[in-house]
Structure formats: C-alpha cells, structure tokens
C-alpha cells in the first residue's frame, strides 16, 4: 500500500494518506504510540457516526468487520480483505492515567483510499463499460491533491499504454463524490485473456492497480478479475510491465 504522511491542517493531528486495492490487506500505522497498546483507541469514520474498533488495545466484537481486524504489535490496525466500504479515516488515540481517562495528544488519523473496479453487463455485440472508482473520505476531493500529491486514475492496456488520456487527472467525479473513470470496450475475438489495467499513479508512479482480463468460453465472453494487485515497488506509469497470462 502507498503511503504519505501530510502536515495537517488541523491542530493536534498527525494525518496519513493509505491507498489500497480491494480484496487486499492492509496495515494502517498508529504514529502517536506509546510503550504499549493498552492505551491505543482506534476509531472509525466513514458516512456514518464513528465506530469504535479498538478500545484500550481490546479488539471490539460488535463491530461488523470485527472478524477482519486485528492490532498490531506496533500498535497498527490490520484490515483483511478490503471492501470498497472501508474507505473513510481511522483515528488512533492513546488514553493514559490510573483510568485511563485522560487524552494523550496529538491523535494519528489515517485516511484510507480503496481502488474497485466494476462492469456493466456485457452487451449483445459485445461491448462492456468498466468503471475503477477511488473510494475516499467526503472530504477529501480528487481535486484537492489527494494524499500530499495530486493523485491520477488511468485505465492502461497491457503495454502500459493510457487509454484514457481526456480523463487522465480524474476531473470526473461520481454522484458519490468518489473519483471515477470508465472505460469502453468492444469485444474482439482477439481479445481472449487480453488485460486492462486501472492504476492509480503519483508524480507518474504507480502506487496500486487493479487488473481484469477477458476469458472466452463458448460463443460469447464472459469478464472477470484475474488479480486484484497492491504495489508497494514503484514503477513508471510508461514503462510497460510483462503481462501475466491466464491459462
């Protein structure tokens, strides 16, 4: 996962910037610890009220992703198999005293980014739309040089080539407010195991991608995700990676 640590704007917090496809896991960094995590708290928020994940370095059972969360020694949080709604931001606090009642500034918040990916039924003459959607806190605007540096969705074939240049910097935005960019394909015959790429690129560095491909079977293709990659080795945007094949 990408992450960028950011002067906050807000006083008292210590704000990170993790990117992520879905399917993956993640670790989200807690940058305020202390000697343990007895005293780590961590909350969520997303559209809704915040959620108490952690309490007091105790994993809470009522939580409905409870079952995919796990504390770090470091005092991290760790995601397993991300949704596309586990987007929002994670606060990491620490409460010390005999009672644990007293705030220990500054808190740590980490704002969390997931890259989806869906699809529209294949159409009779074999046409599809794909839309890869970077999923991210309300306020939090594509525009707004999301994470430190302007942030950029592109939809690339297997060369690296860019296939969507007019919407290159993300100026689409959905009805969500979510970053979106779609593709439009018609379907060849030679279009069996061929791949399309999603990328989110910064400073012209790919940082995570999703990757989906077309399999034939009988008359018709049906279309599918072959892998769902999170890279943490940078690597340009223009420089093609070697295609992984589907048998």
Known sequence: SLRCSCVSGTSGVDETHVFISSGENVSLPCNNTLHDCTST???YNSHSAAVELIGLGIKKKDTESHERLSLGSDCSL????ISKEDYGFYTCQQWTGVNRDKHQEPDARV???VLHVSQTEISAGLSVTLFCQLYSYAGVSCDDSVGCEGIQLFWVNETGV????????CNA???SGHCVITLNITLLNE???REWRCEVTQRDQVKTSVTYTIKSSAPGSTLIPVSSSNSE???SRTTAAAPTKGS
């Open 162 to 169: 860019n296939l969507t240049i007019s919407e290159s910097k």
């Open 173 to 175: 935005l959905s009805s």
């Open 233 to 235: 080795t940078t690597s």
């Open 111 to 113: 704002y969390l980014h």
């Open 78 to 81: 760790n995601i397993n198999n």
């Open 191 to 193: 279009d069996h195991n």
């Open 41 to 43: 708290t961590w909350n």
